[in-house]
């Protein structure tokens, strides 16, 4: 049985080409519903737990961004596909794990403390190069995740000045999961508002992204802004085949 993209393959049953077919309708029909333009939101394909052939068949259907969030399990996706792919880190980094992440990845979603700044900003300085992050807010309080608290956005910001290794391109946010994405819209909508505050009060940042949705959300958080959608499960789950 044959699940691709190229050409000439014959399709027998549901596999990535056709949910990756159906996401990036959903997403521009999302995004048409409000008037935005759906090129201005880009498709990040969440791979954790996703093997490098799966990976590649993505590719073939003319993915490019995959999300990790394990930096073990993306140190082994890397040697395999390495630049073929653009990587983003969207997990939780742990301090000693940074180095190993230093000129591999595109974007890193996750920035959650001003420790792993630090520790970021010294990786920059050593290797001669910087990092494109997001700051993670923690919009929903819910204790079990982690972020910034919008509370502490203001001064989180202002300290991330200091450090010239990181390029400050935005927010992120981690909704509940709720299997009515309707009711997490308003965390959607506060990670959004958040953006439009700062980007005013602080004319120095450049906060233009906003990565925001996942498998279960996406569409309510491409019509709340999201310029970046996380979506793992929607593309890579098993396909239903008779
Ligand atoms: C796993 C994960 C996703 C994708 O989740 P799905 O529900 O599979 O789409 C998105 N963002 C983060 C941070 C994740 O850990």
Same mark, same amino acid.
């Given at each position: @049985? #044959?699940?691709?993209?190229? /050409? +000439?393959?014959?399709?027998?049953?549901?596999?990535?080409?056709?949910?990756?077919?159906?996401? #990036?309708?959903?997403?521009?029909?999302?995004?048409?519903?409000? +008037?935005?333009?759906?090129?201005?939101?880009?498709?990040?394909?969440?791979?954790?737990?996703?093997?490098?052939?799966?990976?590649?068949?993505?590719?073939?259907? *003319?993915?490019?961004?995959?999300?990790?969030?394990?930096?073990?399990?993306?140190?082994?996706?890397?040697?395999?596909?390495?630049? &073929?792919?653009? =990587?983003?880190?969207?997990?939780?980094? #742990?301090?000693?794990?940074?180095?190993?992440?230093?000129?591999?990845?595109?974007?890193?979603?996750?920035?959650?403390?001003? /420790?792993?700044?630090?520790?970021?900003?010294?990786?920059?300085?050593?290797?001669?190069?910087? =990092?494109?992050?997001?700051?993670?807010?923690?919009?929903? +309080?819910?204790?079990? /995740?982690? *972020?910034?608290?919008?509370?502490?956005?203001?001064?989180?910001?202002?300290?991330?000045?200091?450090?010239?290794?990181?390029?400050?391109?935005?927010? @992120?946010?981690?909704?509940?999961?709720?299997?009515?994405?309707?009711?997490?819209?308003?965390?959607?909508?506060? &990670?959004? #508002?958040?953006?439009?505050?700062?980007?005013?009060?602080?004319? =120095? &940042?450049?906060? @233009?992204?906003?990565? %925001? +949705? %996942?498998?279960?959300?996406?569409?309510?958080?491409?019509?709340?802004?999201?310029?970046?959608?996380?979506?793992?499960?929607?593309?890579?789950?098993?396909? &239903?085949?008779?």
């Amino acid at each position: @049985m #044959q699940r691709s993209c190229q /050409k +000439g393959d014959e399709i027998l049953c549901a596999g990535i080409a056709e949910n990756l077919a159906l996401v #990036q309708e959903k997403i521009a029909r999302a995004a048409e519903r409000v +008037g935005r333009d759906p090129s201005q939101v880009k498709l990040v394909a969440v791979s954790k737990g996703v093997a490098p052939e799966r990976i590649k068949e993505a590719l073939s259907c *003319g993915v490019k961004d995959f999300g990790e969030n394990r930096v073990q399990e993306f140190q082994q996706k890397h040697q395999v596909l390495g630049d &073929l792919v653009e =990587w983003h880190f969207i997990g939780h980094l #742990q301090r000693n794990k940074a180095k190993y992440l230093v000129g591999k990845i595109k974007l890193l979603h996750s920035l959650d403390s001003l /420790k792993l700044a630090q520790t970021l900003e010294k990786l920059a300085t050593r290797s001669g190069t910087s =990092w494109k992050v997001l700051v993670q807010v923690n919009v929903s +309080g819910e204790p079990t /995740k982690h *972020g910034i608290s919008p509370s502490e956005l203001d001064y989180f910001l202002e300290e991330l000045r200091k450090f010239k290794g990181l390029e400050v391109c935005g927010l @992120m946010t981690i909704a509940p999961y709720s299997p009515d994405p309707e009711t997490v819209r308003p965390v959607f909508r506060k &990670l959004r #508002q958040l953006r439009d505050e700062f980007t005013k009060k602080k004319p =120095w &940042l450049d906060l @233009m992204h906003l990565s %925001m +949705g %996942m498998s279960a959300d996406f569409e309510v958080a491409v019509e709340e802004g999201a310029t970046i959608v996380r979506i793992g499960s929607a593309i890579f789950s098993e396909p &239903l085949c008779n």
